[in-house]
């Protein structure tokens, strides 16, 4: 049997195979974080929490008698579990039940021994430290941070339910923890509140969040009969429609060292539009998702702006 490849070059070939693999500058993604939403997604789920603001900051006005700034700093998805382990006490840390499922809230425990005492009449708070809050003071944070939640709830299309204070009992909300890690539904939204205290984030873990709709253009008149845009004995003719997240050149030495585990970088960035092919040429571009419990694409528009034709 003959062969193209010479005996130096199988040599090399057969030393590139058993060297160490080269790990480059690629920083190693944390998998135990979901990522199911696209960043547009996230941004309007961040728009409809926004309008919360108003209510929030007059809520906040009458419990700590002062003027706060509220900002929504922020939405994504989230791990309860991650949320849970992290916790270090002395902490401030509500649960309560949200889309059927156990959701919770946290804020700085210096911030709110603070907005405690200043609820209960304190006149000022020099230099706010964290510590064990009482019965009563739990109560009055409850209520206080409730209003917010709620009326963050809302603007997402969520209720809260039988909110309450957790003192001492994390292991028990870790056994309640959702292990879907990858629910597109949970999402944690951030509050920036800022204050005569300083500056803080009340972080809320909500579940059964669903993307809201977009406008779009009404659908045509049942009896209008759609047109074939191609002659009729082509309309039937199949073509193979591929997307393509993006690509990677990597040298051959890197390829034969690849194991399980091993990160490679793609020329797309995170929740970049993909590139639409029709048999190998690009036409389009879309947005990755799913439809009906499978994976989908969502055509943006009919353009693909970098990409070359496979071959």
Not at 178 to 188: H, K, L, Q
Not at 197 to 222: F, M
Not at 227 to 251: R, Y
Not at 290 to 303: C, S, T
Request: charged share 25%; glycine share 8%; proline share 7%.
């Amino acid at each position: 049997m003959t062969s193209n490849v010479t005996a130096e070059e199988a040599a090399a070939l057969a030393e590139a195979a058993t060297a160490p693999s080269r790990t480059g500058d690629v920083s190693t993604r944390d998998f135990r974080e979901p990522r199911r939403r696209s960043d547009l997604d996230l941004a309007r789920l961040a728009r409809s929490a926004a309008r919360a603001i108003p209510e929030i900051e007059s809520s906040l006005r009458v419990w700590l008698r002062g003027a706060w700034k509220v900002e929504i700093d922020g939405v994504s998805e989230v791990n309860g579990r991650n949320l849970l382990e992290q916790l270090r006490e002395p902490y401030c840390l509500l649960a309560f039940e949200c889309g059927g499922r156990p959701c919770w809230a946290t804020w700085d425990a210096a911030m709110a021994s603070a907005a405690t005492e200043i609820a209960l009449g304190t006149v000022s708070v020099p230099e706010p430290k964290a510590r064990e809050l009482s019965t009563v003071e739990r109560g009055v944070l409850r209520n206080m941070l409730g209003r917010a939640i709620t009326l963050v709830a809302q603007t997402l299309d969520v209720q809260i339910k039988d909110l309450r204070s957790v003192a001492g009992d994390v292991q028990l909300e870790l056994e309640r923890a959702d292990s879907r890690e990858g629910d597109p539904t949970r999402v944690a939204v951030h509050v920036a509140l800022s204050g005569a205290l300083g500056d803080s984030t009340l972080k809320l873990y909500l579940a059964g969040i669903a993307t809201p709709n977009v406008a779009k253009e009404p659908p045509p008149a049942k009896d209008a009969k759609k047109k074939p845009t191609a002659p009729e004995h082509l309309v039937e003719v199949p073509f193979e429609l591929g997307a393509q997240l993006g690509t990677a050149e990597i040298p051959l030495a890197d390829l034969l060292g690849i194991e399980p585990g091993d990160v490679i970088p793609l020329s797309a960035s995170v929740g970049s539009p993909l590139a639409v092919y029709v048999d190998g040429v690009p036409c389009a571009s879309a947005r990755f998702g799913e439809h009906k419990g499978k994976l989908a694409i969502q055509l943006i528009d009919f353009r693909a702006p970098g990409a070359d034709p496979q071959t």
